[in-house]
């Protein structure tokens, strides 16, 4: 198993639904793949994940804000060096 620090990491979040939505909170969950390359001497190459974003939002003068994030990992997938 890889358990390097990723160098770099990239993502892409997808499909927001507002779970909960009460005067200046929410609750919004999306969906997102995190993709993280890492050092070849780590034992993998790149780990790329689907995750869902649990986040609770709080609605400010400045607009929306997350106050509070968890992750919830859907699948991992852990690519070796060639």
């Known amino acids: 198993m890889c358990e390097a620090r ?5 993502g892409c979040d ?3 639904a507002c779970a909960d939505l009460a005067d200046d909170t ?3 969950w999306s ?8 050092g070849k001497d780590e034992g993998c190459d790149e780990i790329i994940a689907g995750v869902q ?4 939002c709080r609605r400010t003068d400045d ?6 994030r ?10 070796k060096p060639a």
Do not use: C, F
């Open 31 to 38: 969906y997102g793949i995190a993709h993280h390359m890492v």
């Open 63 to 68: 607009g929306w804000l997350i106050i509070e």
């Open 26 to 28: 929410a609750v919004v």
């Open 53 to 56: 974003y649990r986040d609770k």
């Open 14 to 16: 997808r499909q927001p």
């Open 70 to 79: 968890s992750i919830a990992n859907q699948w991992v997938d852990m690519r």
């Open 6 to 10: 990723p160098a770099h990491t990239s």
